[in-house]
Nanobody, 121 residues
Framework: QVQLVESGGGLVQAGGSLRLSCAAS????????MGWFRQAPGKEREFVAG??????SYADSVKGRFTISRDNAKNTLYLQMNNLKPEDTAVYYC????????????????WGQGTQVTVSS
């Protein structure tokens, strides 16, 4: 079992930055592909970014603005979000699955509770 806890969300103006963290317990994150997803009101949960040991992947909507990283020693996943836009407003979730990350939320076994990100215009 893996327990995931996100933090770092909040209210920020457009053009601002936030860094989300996802602390894991129960098992080491190094064994898992990790992903960040987000869900806005009335919309489906969507892939934002994924990471294995050496490979990172991003949704087109966040490329060049968001950076996913992991600190295996701290068992923590991060999402640095720069140049935020109002359309980035959503609840952000981290997730874990054995093997490589995928873009489908249904492929992930473990989820955090989510952290709210609100970007004002």
């Amino acid at each position: 079992q893996v327990q995931l806890v996100e933090s770092g969300g909040g209210l920020v103006q457009a053009g601002g930055s936030l860094r989300l963290s996802c602390a894991a317990s129960g098992r080491t994150l190094s064994s898992y592909g990790m992903g960040w997803f987000r869900q806005a009101p009335g919309k489906e949960r969507e892939f934002v970014a994924g990471i294995t040991w050496t490979v990172r992947s991003y949704a087109d909507s966040v490329k060049g603005r968001f950076t996913i990283s992991r600190d295996n020693a701290k068992n923590t996943l991060y999402l640095q979000m720069n140049n935020l836009k109002p359309e980035d407003t959503a609840v952000y979730y981290c997730a874990a699955r054995p093997g490589r990350p995928t873009v489908s939320a249904a492929d992930y076994d473990y989820w955090g509770q989510g952290t709210q990100v609100t970007v004002s215009s």
